[in-house]
């Protein structure tokens, strides 16, 4: 079993900055990609972004230039940095990986359990 938990989530001003966590434990042999999707009230989960395990990486539209994600594969972590927030940026923040374990040698994937995010003055 494999297991991701998410931490940073919070409320902040508009303007402000957020930086989010995800650890993944469990039964790992590596991991391909990991993300980040968000969901809004009344909206369907969307992604913001991901990493490949090489490094490369996507974003959405709404928040390039302003999120960047890194992740460091000796911790099997990935993070987001979140830089002047919105309030269009508040959702519940999941993280999202593609593990290889030794059940799963083409890959599963896997997703904690949210953090929120609150952008509001």
């Known amino acids: 079993q494999v297991q991701l938990v998410e931490s940073g989530g919070g409320l902040v001003q508009p303007g402000g900055s957020l930086r989010l966590s995800c650890v993944a434990s469990?039964?790992?042999?590596?991991?391909?990609?990991m993300g980040w999707y968000r969901q809004a009230p009344g909206k369907q989960r969307e992604l913001v972004a991901f990493?490949?395990?090489?490094?490369?990486?996507k974003y959405a539209d709404s928040v390039k230039g302003r999120f960047t994600i890194s992740r460091d594969n000796a911790k099997n972590t990935v993070n987001l940095q979140m830089n002047s927030l919105k309030p269009e940026d508040t959702a519940v923040y999941y993280c999202?990986?593609?593990?290889?374990?030794?059940?799963?040698?083409?890959?599963?994937?896997?997703w904690g359990k949210g953090t929120l995010v609150t952008v509001s003055s």
């Open positions: 469990g039964s790992i042999f590596s991991i391909n990609s």
């Open positions: 999202n990986a593609d593990v290889v374990g030794t059940m799963t040698p083409g890959g599963m994937d896997y």
């Open positions: 990493i490949t395990g090489g490094g490369s990486t």
